[in-house]
């Protein structure tokens, strides 16, 4: 969809004009007002709609009548919610051109329009043969260009994690996720696994072994001259997640190629972060692989050695995704980075806790968490934060190595924080678990089922801002 800015929009020929409607007031389209207010009765309540015909009168051929409730009432991402409901329902009546009239709204939230829009047009239908051709091309829209601007950067960053995350496992392999970093245009180095043997990364090589997929440890690097700040921003990049030995039972294997949500999510945001040309250094860190049950595969009762020296005994090689983010905390902190940011599906037990419509967030620095949960509050990505009390690591302590990677049921997320917490080193800290909201099993709010490109817009919010 392409989003143009115009000056009037009432007098582009459109298949749908969208126009405003808070409650209690008027639009500034008079037969909005006549038909829908006043005879029909149309309230404007939150989310509602009223279709009405123009029969030629107006360069617009009809007009969606868009409730969007009390107007002291209005924030940014409600607007995102209302704009992507009007556009699936342009979508649903085959319109091709739609017009936007945004009726006594601050031009700032035009941001939103441009994300929602976009939210709105997202669909996986690549594999389909038969694709629907029910699109909007073109939507206009009186607003400030640079928000729009923005928006539509946001938006593509969230499109490509997106795509990466709802991509088979067969085809978003290790090398892929290296192949694509690669041509992301930044200063990147790849490591194979013998030179992630010599770094001495001894967990991360550990959960690849059990598939015939080589493992790749990915290093991606933004910077400017004199940057304010030198951060890493790390993601969960286990292509598929079987469980291991340990293997998942079906119904939770299903959805295991969302597994490298996180590293998808750092794609997007280094796809995307030149043209905001912030002035800080931003490291995007994947290490990538497979938790597969092969003939090599790491087993329950082995002991690794992480890059830092530490050692762990494995209970469970379904808790994989902690001991591949081990090595690369222990690399990020060797940078001598301000901050890290690791972005993990990391455990069931936050699905169990938050369910999908908010992430888990715990870390050492209580003041990275809270900047953090705010951006995410303006952005639309709720976060909560979850305890790092040390009592979580009780149940992982081991007899015979420095810890184990499981323990108690009970507290899951936490005590994977807890284990995190154990190769992070002299840096500031957040850990955001985005194992509920970054895959949707059923449509959930603007979303369709699938990928959500979670953590995506409070990481390009966080950089931009600082
Ligand atoms: N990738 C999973 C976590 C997950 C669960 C992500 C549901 C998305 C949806 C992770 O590797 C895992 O298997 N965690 C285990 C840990 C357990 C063995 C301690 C879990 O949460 O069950
Ligand atoms: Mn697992
Ligand atoms: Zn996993």
């Known amino acids: 969809m392409e989003i143009k800015v115009v000056e009037n929009v009432k007098t582009v020929e459109t298949d749908i004009l969208v126009v405003n409607l808070f409650e209690g007031e008027k639009t500034s389209i008079d037969l909005a007002n006549e038909y829908a207010v006043q005879e029909d009765n149309f309230k404007g309540k939150f989310g509602e709609t009223y279709l009405l015909h123009t029969y030629g009168k107006e360069p617009y051929r009809k007009v969606l009548v868009l409730g969007l409730g009390k107007k002291e009432e209005l924030c940014p991402n409600k607007l995102r919610e209302a704009v992507v409901k009007a ?24 941001e939103q329009l441009a994300i929602g829009a976009n939210i709105a047009d997202y669909r996986f239908d690549k594999y389909k043969s038969e694709k629907k051709d029910n699109k909007i091309q073109e939507l206009y829209v009186q607003a400030n260009s640079d928000n729009i601007q923005k928006g539509e950067k946001f938006a593509a960053a969230m499109t490509f994690a997106r795509n990466l995350a709802n991509e088979p496992a067969q085809f978003a392999t ?8 690669l041509d992301l245009g930044l200063d990147t180095k790849i490591y194979d696994a013998d030179e992630c043997e010599k770094m001495g990364m001894g967990a991360f090589l550990a959960v690849a072994r059990g598939s015939k997929k080589p493992p790749k440890f990915i290093h991606m690097k933004y910077t400017c001259p004199n940057p304010k700040k030198r951060i890493a921003i790390i993601g969960k990049g286990l292509c598929f997640d079987s469980g291991g030995l340990d293997l998942k039972p079906a119904s939770s294997m299903l959805t295991m190629r969302d597994d490298m949500s996180g590293a998808a999510a750092i794609l997007g945001v280094m796809s995307i972060i030149k043209e905001f040309n912030p002035q800080i250094e931003v490291n995007g860190i994947i290490a990538a692989c497979e938790n597969m049950p092969g003939c090599d ?14 050692t762990i005994e494995v209970d469970n090689t379904d808790a994989e995704g902690r001991l591949t983010l081990a090595d690369a905390l222990c690399y990020a902190c060797e940078l001598g980075v301000d901050e890290v940011i690791d972005l993990a599906t990391l455990t069931g037990a936050c699905v169990v806790a938050l369910g999908s419509n908010a992430s888990g967030i715990m870390g050492n620095d209580e003041e990275l968490i809270q900047r953090l949960i ?35 049921r009970w507290g899951g997320a936490s005590a994977a924080g807890k284990f995190l917490e154990k190769f992070v080193k002299d840096v500031k800290w957040a850990h955001i678990d985005i194992a509920g909201t970054a895959f949707l099993e059923k449509p959930q709010k603007e979303f369709i089922a699938g990928a959500t490109g979670a953590g995506v817009r409070t990481l390009l919010s966080y950089i931009i801002e600082q």
């Open 87 to 110: 556009v699936k329902k342009c979508a649903q009546m085959e319109a091709k051109k739609i017009g936007f009239l945004l009726d006594g709204i601050e031009f700032d939230y035009s």
């Open 174 to 181: 290790p090398e892929e996720l290296a192949s694509i970093a």
């Open 297 to 310: 595969a790491y087993k329950p009762g082995d002991i690794l050695t992480a890059k830092n020296g530490k």
């Open 374 to 408: 705010e951006t995410g509050k303006r952005n639309g990505e709720k976060m909560w934060e979850l305890p790092m009390w040390d009592e979580y690591f009780d149940s992982l302590k081991s007899e015979i190595a420095d810890m184990k990677n499981t323990g108690s």
